[in-house]
């Protein structure tokens, strides 16, 4: 009889459709990577949802039993008023052991304060934290002017 697969509970908090979707496809990437049998079992929360009492508290219940929390946004110099207490709230619970908190941010101006509050609630929460910086996504569809189309490409440096 075949094991069961391993289940790794996500918990995905985004500003943007497109960092949200993002963030699921590091996430999905991460799971092939594993070389195993895992499931993965999503929540997902777009932060102007985390405004709400009532699906803050529910989202909350989610990150407490989270094994990995994923936040993907622009990174503005400080979180969302709702998303601050939707953290506060899950912070101070009891919560899954060896939890893991990522930080995926667009790189600009505020980018790294953005990560260093996240980088704090790890350390409060005795978290594993993971940041990960990308160019803006309204940058990614862009074609490279510094290089002409197929020139110098599957190198395997830099892409």
Known sequence: MPDAPQVLRIVI??????????????????A????????LRYHVWRFDALESAH???????DATEADMIVMAAQGAPSLPAGVEQWVASWL????QPDQALVALVESGE??????ARLRDVAERGQMTFFSKM???TAL????SR?????AYSHWGINE
């Open 134 to 136: 990308s160019v803006p």
């Open 92 to 95: 101070n619970s009891t919560r």
């Open 110 to 115: 505020q980018s790294h304060q953005w990560v």
């Open 55 to 61: 699906l803050r508290e529910a989202a909350a219940m």
């Open 140 to 143: 990614q569809s862009e074609p």
């Open 13 to 30: 908090a985004y500003d943007h459709r497109a960092n949200g979707e993002n963030a699921k496809a590091m996430c999905d990437q991460i």
């Open 146 to 150: 510094t290089r002409p189309a197929g």
């Open 32 to 39: 092939r990577g594993a070389h195993a049998r895992c499931e």
